[in-house]
């Protein structure tokens, strides 16, 4: 949709600044003609408005826009009829065409990046509600923060909206990865409420992507976290000491961000009331009551894409509370325990809970490569020493495939990793044995089985 009203529109452009080249051409016959071009402009995207594709608030902006330059049309009009015999000058003419080609094309920029996703169908009866709030951890301080502010966890929860009186659903608690944020799978909670789970979504601050803090303001990913995360990519072996240091500090931040959450849900769901841990921004409290009040403390899964896999694995191991966990695409950073001749020594305990782990395609064939000459990945150890290991690797994937990302924009899935195959297909793979596993290990209702490649 993007592309064609450009091309549309620059077309029109470039119409009306021919039409308009040549100082014989009178003033008020431009001026007539532009306003012309604006009319028809704002006609198309009108029209557009009324197509049935999503993501219509792409084009608000563009319209307000061709609004705005009609109504200076109208008035230069209006006011060059007076003029009888003025010329309008061939340079103006095609500097308005090149200034209005340009910011229209800024203005369709959210068009081209963005599609009309609207989500993908789920297979359970329950229709999905959300709400939000933020958790405020009076034990730390924010260390990306100056001024001593404790530390806060937004939380987001899905949840069945038909939930009946004394009805419980399993809870899975999901944790973003780097620069990613809340919303990252939510094709894979709407599937997973709409079978009978509450899921609470977290933002790590400073780790997302954004988030928003008690005070309204908009909190951006570090940028020294993004620069050491960006430069981590390759054998964590080259430089394993520096490594380690680095892999701790962020496990750290994001393991005590995910127990402080689990923590405060459980001591809110066993109270049945909200201390002063929690701000509201929308003043929810009753309905998050509710949720905490449907949802099944004995019955806990973690899951998280990327980093927040290796935080899902790690505080599996830590909390005797969790049931089941699930990483997709995560390298296990917690896993690692020190170093040994140079090289990063991974632990030797077995895993202790259920655990179903997803790999990409092109990371699937760098460790063939890399355990064939003598390397150990930490995910191989904990899959094959886990109470119950699976792996799953999708083939012609990249990283990102593993989220909603290349759906809402294939654009920015592509810049940041996404495979040739489509990632509708592959998060139809996914948002199937992610709840088939969790109605396994977190309801107790039926064996589970993968294929290692699919």
Not at 208 to 233: C, I, P, Q, S
């Amino acid at each position: 949709m993007g592309l064609i009203l450009f091309v549309l529109f620059s077309v029109l452009e470039i119409v009306l600044a021919v039409k308009g080249r040549g100082k014989e051409k009178e003033k008020k016959v431009w001026l007539k003609n532009r306003l012309f071009v604006r009319l028809a402009e704002i006609a198309v995207v009108l029209i557009a408005l009324l197509l049935p594709f999503g993501q219509k608030w792409r084009l608000v902006p563009l319209l307000g826009f061709l609004a705005l330059l009609a109504l200076i049309a109208l008035l230069k009009w209006l006011g060059g009829r007076k003029k009888e015999g003025t010329v309008k000058k061939t340079g103006t003419a095609v500097f308005n065409c090149v200034f209005s080609i340009l910011f229209i094309g800024l203005l369709l920029v959210p068009a081209f990046v963005f599609t009309g996703y609207k989500g993908l169908p789920v297979s359970g009866e329950h229709p999905v509600a959300e709400v939000s709030a933020i958790l405020i951890d009076s034990s730390r301080t924010d260390s990306f923060e100056q001024d001593g502010s404790f530390r806060e966890v937004p939380v987001h929860f899905y949840y069945p909206a038909d939930a009946a009186e004394g009805e419980s659903f399993p809870l899975v608690v999901f944790s973003h990865g780097a620069f990613g944020y809340y919303q990252s799978n939510t094709s894979t909670y709407m599937e997973l409420v709409s079978r009978g789970y509450v899921v609470a979504a977290l933002d790590h601050p400073h780790h997302a992507f954004f988030t928003e803090d008690t005070a309204g303001k908009t909190v951006l990913v570090d940028t020294g976290f993004f620069r050491t995360a960006m430069a981590a990519n390759g054998d964590p072996n080259d430089n394993a000491e520096a490594n380690l240091k680095v892999f701790r500090e962020w496990m750290d931040l994001r393991t005590a961000d995910m127990n402080f959450a689990v923590d405060t849900l459980e001591a809110a769901g066993a109270s049945g009331s909200l201390d002063s841990a929690w701000y509201l921004p929308a003043n929810d409290a009753e309905t998050i009551l509710n949720v905490l009040k449907m949802t099944d403390f004995t019955k806990i899964g973690l899951m998280g894409h990327s980093m927040g896999g290796a935080t899902a694995v790690q505080l599996g191991r830590e909390r005797s509370d969790i049931s089941a966990v699930i990483d997709l695409d995560g390298t296990m950073l917690g896993e690692y325990t020190g170093v040994e001749n140079g090289k990063l020594t991974i632990r030797e305990e077995a895993y202790p809970l259920p655990v179903l782990e997803f790999n990409n395609w092109e990371t699937y064939n760098d460790r063939k490569e890399y355990l064939a000459q003598g390397g150990r990945y930490p995910n191989d150890e904990v899959i094959r020493g886990a109470a119950e290991g699976y792996a799953v690797t999708i083939r012609d994937t990249k990283h990102m495939d593993f989220t909603d990302l290349p759906l809402l924009s294939p654009f920015l899935g592509k810049m940041l990793g996404s495979g040739e195959r489509g990632c509708e297909e592959t998060m139809t793979i996914v948002n199937t044995l992610v709840p088939e596993f969790f109605d396994h290990t977190l309801k107790g209702t039926g064996a589970f089985s993968v294929q290692d490649i699919y």
